[in-house]
């Protein structure tokens, strides 16, 4: 499998709601990250995980909390949003390489988020 | 941080005529410079990618050149197609195997007239 997969493919959620993004790769990466892309805009790294462990955060409010269940799994969970949070999420993963070093990312379709 | 400056914001070329596009980074030390492609609604998917110890590569119809000197990188694609037609975005990160988090320029929209 050389796929990064995610569900759902569109949400639509107001903004009392709590959902959750996911995605999933089987192909033994250890390395995964979540990013925000705004239309026309390029992607805008908001987390990374490095053997399940959270490594990166980019000053993300705390409404967006990511989990990393195991190494094939990586959560978003949404609580709270707001109308500018509105945008596509993508998934991604790589490798770890040579002590700690992160390889090339591949990314998911990503998830079409909608804050009413 | 790194800075990545990306151009032309829009290009469009005849089916068949080649298309560049050219970045520029900030930090010398970066050192892993992708190149993704996304399609309208789609992923950014991987196009090519070079590392810091190389000048040039190429894969069939698109190649990318490395100026470490300059600082300053670039996408060729020959023999344009009308699937060609997207998004073009370059990148550069550094540390061990590009470790350190992607910088992405703001993107090249490439239109292939048929």
């Known amino acids: 499998d050389t796929e990064v997969t995610q569900t759902p493919k569109h949400l639509v959620m107001g903004m009392t709601n709590k959902k959750s993004l996911k995605c999933e790769q089987h192909?033994?990466?250890?390395?995964m990250y979540w990013y925000k892309q705004k239309a026309k805009k390029p992607p805008e790294l908001m987390f990374v995980?490095?053997?399940?462990?959270?490594?990166i955060n980019e000053s993300v409010p705390s409404r967006f909390s990511p989990e990393c269940p195991n190494s094939s799994l990586l959560n978003l969970h949404l609580h709270a949003l707001q109308p500018e949070d509105s945008a596509l999420y993508l998934c991604a993963s790589s490798r770890v390489v040579l002590r700690g070093g992160r390889d090339t990312q591949y990314f998911g379709p990503g998830t079409r988020l909608t804050v009413l | 941080g790194e800075n990545v400056e990306q151009h032309p914001s829009t290009l469009s070329v005849q089916e068949g005529d080649s298309a560049v596009i050219k970045c520029t980074y900030s930090d010398s030390a970066s050192n892993y410079f992708p190149w993704y492609k996304q399609e309208l609604g789609k992923r950014p998917q991987l196009i090519i990618d070079i590392r810091s110890n190389v000048g040039e590569k190429k894969d069939q119809r698109i190649a990318v050149t490395l100026n470490k000197t300059a600082k300053h990188f670039s996408l060729h694609i020959t023999e344009t197609q009308p699937e060609d037609s997207a998004v073009y975005f370059c990148?550069?990160?550094?540390?061990?195997?590009?470790?350190?988090?992607?910088?992405f320029g703001k993107g090249t929209k490439l239109s292939v007239i048929p």
């Open positions: 995980y490095s053997y399940e462990k959270l490594s």
């Open positions: 192909m033994g990466h250890r390395a």
């Open positions: 990148a550069a990160s550094r540390g061990p195997a590009g470790s350190y988090q992607l910088t």
